[in-house]
C-alpha cells in the first residue's frame, strides 16, 4: 500500500532554511505528480506545492513563491521540499501528498 515518510522538519529562526524529504513505497512514484501541503493550528490545510511526474513541472501557492523548491529524484523515490527565508507564518505541519494519500507529517516551527 502506499506509505509516504516525512522528514527534516524542526525548529529553525526566521530568515533560516529547512530542507523536507519524503521517502515514498507502495506505489509506482515516477508515474504520479506529487505535493506538499501543510496546515497550521486552527488554519484549513493548504497547498505549497506540486510537481509534476518528471519534475519538469511545477506549481507553488502564492504565499510561498520565489522562497520554497520542489524536486523529486525518481531513481530515490524521494520528494523534496528546499523552504529559505522562512517566515514565522511558515509554521505548520508539513505533508507529502499523492493522490489523496499522505504521511504522518513533519512539524515546521519557525521562531526566534
Known amino acids: 500500500q502506499v506509505h509516504l515518510v516525512e522528514s527534516g522538519g524542526g525548529l529553525v529562526q526566521p530568515g533560516g532554511s529547512l530542507r523536507l524529504s519524503c521517502a515514498a513505497s507502495g506505489f509506482t512514484f515516477s508515474n504520479y505528480g506529487m505535493s506538499w501541503s501543510r496546515q497550521a493550528p486552527g488554519k484549513e490545510r493548504e497547498l505549497v506545492a506540486s510537481?509534476?511526474?518528471?519534475?519538469?513541472?511545477?506549481k507553488y501557492g502564492d504565499s510561498v513563491k520565489g522562497r520554497f523548491t520542489i524536486a523529486r529524484d525518481n531513481t530515490k523515490n524521494t520528494l523534496y521540499l528546499q523552504m529559505n527565508s522562512l517566515k514565522p507564518e511558515d509554521t505548520a505541519v508539513y505533508y507529502c501528498?499523492?493522490?489523496?494519500?499522505w504521511g504522518q507529517g513533519t512539524q515546521v516551527t519557525v521562531s526566534s
Open positions: 510537481i509534476s511526474t518528471t519534475g519538469g513541472m511545477t
Open positions: 501528498d499523492v493522490v489523496g494519500y
